[in-house]
């Protein structure tokens, strides 16, 4: 079992920044894919961005040129730094890890971070 515990958002102002971390502790061998989604209210949860474990990062389009996605292998760590914030940024962000104990392969999610860009 993978637990993933996320931290770092706030309410900010447009424009601002936020930086979200989240670890990821268990029953871990490996971690393929560490990466984040968003859900705002009254729609589906969707990619943010990702990173595997070869290092290929993918972002969501609404969010290239603004969002960097960071991992620490060292600390089976992600991070996501927020720039430019939008109003439409405004959801709770989950973080994702496809991890395996060496036996079988898991996807985990953390319990979500609010983020809210408001005036």
């Known amino acids: 079992q993978v637990q993933l515990v996320e931290s770092g958002g706030g309410l900010v102002q447009p424009g601002e920044s936020l930086r979200l971390s989240c670890a990821a502790s268990?029953?871990?061998?490996?971690?393929?894919?560490m990466g984040w989604y968003r859900q705002a209210p009254g729609k589906q949860r969707e990619l943010v961005a990702t990173?595997?474990?070869?290092?290929?990062?993918n972002y969501a389009d609404s969010v290239k040129g603004r969002f960097t996605i960071a991992r620490d292998n060292a600390k089976d760590a992600v991070y996501l730094q927020m720039n430019s914030l939008k109003p439409e940024d405004t959801a709770v962000y989950y973080c994702?890890?496809?991890?395996?104990?060496?036996?079988?392969?898991?996807?985990?999610w953390g319990q979500g971070t609010q983020v809210t860009v408001s005036s």
């Open positions: 994702y890890a496809r991890t395996s104990d060496g036996r079988a392969v898991y996807d985990s």
């Open positions: 268990g029953d871990i061998f490996s971690i393929y894919t």
């Open positions: 990173d595997t474990a070869g290092g290929a990062t």
